[in-house]
Each structure stands twice: as C-alpha cells, then as structure tokens.
C-alpha cells in the first residue's frame, strides 16, 4: 500500500472468505477514493495503482470504476447532498468518511439494484473497516438521512410495510 493508502484497522476486517465481488469493490474504491482527497492524486493513476494490489482480481471491476470514476466526476454534487446533514463543515470530516459517504450517495443515486439498506449496511462495514473509532455511526446518520430523498419509493414501501418507524 502507498503512504496514502490507509491500512484496515486491525481487528475490523472481515474474513476474506465471506466478502462479495461488490463488497471487495468497495473496499478498493474507498483506498481510491481516499488517495484523490488526501493525496490529490489524478483518478487515472490511482486506478493503475488500486488494480495492481493484491486481491483486486476477485473485487467486481466494474463497480469499482463506476464508484472511483463516478464518484470524483460528481464530486461537487455528492459533497452538496451531504453538507447540510453534517454537523460540522465538510473539510473537517474524516477523509476516510467522506469516501465512504461519496460511495453510498453515488449508490444511492446510480445504483438502483442494490437496495437502500444494504447501501447503508456495506458503508458502515466500510467506515468501521477503514475509519475511526465512531466514523460508522457519523456515516449511518449521514446516509439515513438521504435515503428518504434520494430512495423515497423504496423508504416509503419499507414504511408502509412496517419495516421502519416514523
């Protein structure tokens, strides 16, 4: 891993064995994510770099590049969903978060055939993977509060069938 590459934390990461194609997408995705905000490196050699780690072969390739890709092209438009539910300004967040929340707002808004609730479940596994002691309840605030804008039909059905409160 480069110097801009975070480790996982130790005792967080899940046995390997049990990861999905897209979880591993993810994982590589917010290391990506996390070289072009600390880093500022451009998305073209993150890529190179990410796809040449060990175990990128068994991550899902293409939900990779639609999250790195996706992410730092719609990067003003993912930083104004998430802004005004922060309780702080946007740079003093984790940059480890914040690449966690840019993937769960991109696939909130892109990725219709993952359901909401695992959107939110893979980016807190994330942030308790990759973050800080608490990084994954900031991220579970943050993203429960967008699903009810940016996946409204499916909070709304999971409502009226009793699976949510209020």
């Not at 984790?94 to 909130?108: K, L, N």
């Amino acid at each position: 891993m480069s110097e801009t590459t975070p480790p996982p934390r130790a005792g967080a990461p899940r046995k390997a064995s049990s990861r999905s194609a897209r979880t591993r997408a993810r994982e590589f995705a917010v290391q990506a994510l996390y070289q072009h905000l600390v880093g500022r490196n451009e998305p073209e050699s993150i890529d190179a770099f990410t796809r040449d780690l060990s175990g990128f072969h068994k991550a899902d390739s293409a939900h990779y590049d639609a999250l790195l890709h996706g992410s730092i092209r719609e990067s003003a438009e993912l930083d104004g969903l998430i802004a005004p539910l922060l309780d702080r300004k946007l740079e003093e967040i984790s940059p480890i978060e914040h690449a966690v929340m840019w993937i769960g707002v991109y696939e909130f808004r892109h990725c219709a055939d993952v359901p909401w609730r695992v959107v939110i479940n893979e980016c807190v596994e994330l942030a308790k993977e990759f973050g800080g002691t608490d990084g994954h309840k900031y991220v579970n605030g943050v993203l429960n509060g967008l699903a009810p804008q940016l996946r409204a039909p499916e909070v709304d059905a999971d409502r009226a069938a009793g699976k949510l409160r209020g």
